[in-house]
Nanobody, 124 residues
Framework: QVQLVESGGGLVQAGGSLRLSCAAS????????MGWFRQAPGMEREFVAV????????YYADSVKGRFTISRDNAKNSLYLQMDSLKPEDTAVYYC?????????????????WGQGTQVTVSS
């Protein structure tokens, strides 16, 4: 079992930055990938970024590419999302997720473990 807890969300002005953290506990050694998803009111939960754990390879949604950076700290067993140049359309609840399965890592259906989410609100 894997437990995930997000933190770092808040209210920020457009153009500002936030750094989200995801603290993982439990049997995290078998994780294939960990990623970030977000969900705005009335919208489907969508892919933001993912990190392949073994080699730290990263992939990003086109909407955040060049602005967001996903990273990890193995010693702290944590995943991070550095968000720069934030836009109002980035406003959403951001979720950390983990999967032990390969393939379709951009799909939320591949992920077995989810955090509770942290709210990010970007004002114009």
């Amino acid at each position: 079992q894997v437990q995930l807890v997000e933190s770092g969300g808040g209210l920020v002005q457009a153009g500002g930055s936030l750094r989200l953290s995801c603290a993982a506990s439990g049997r995290t050694d078998g994780n294939y990938a960990m990623g970030w998803f977000r969900q705005a009111p009335g919208m489907e939960r969508e892919f933001v970024a993912v990190l392949l754990w073994r080699f730290a390879g990263t992939y990003y949604a086109d909407s955040v590419k060049g602005r967001f950076t996903i990273s990890r700290d193995n010693a702290k067993n944590s995943l991070y999302l550095q968000m720069d140049s934030l836009k109002p359309e980035d406003t959403a609840v951001y979720y950390c997720a983990a999967t032990r399965r390969s393939g379709s890592i951009r799909s939320k259906d591949r992920y077995d473990y989810w955090g509770q989410g942290t709210q990010v609100t970007v004002s114009s």
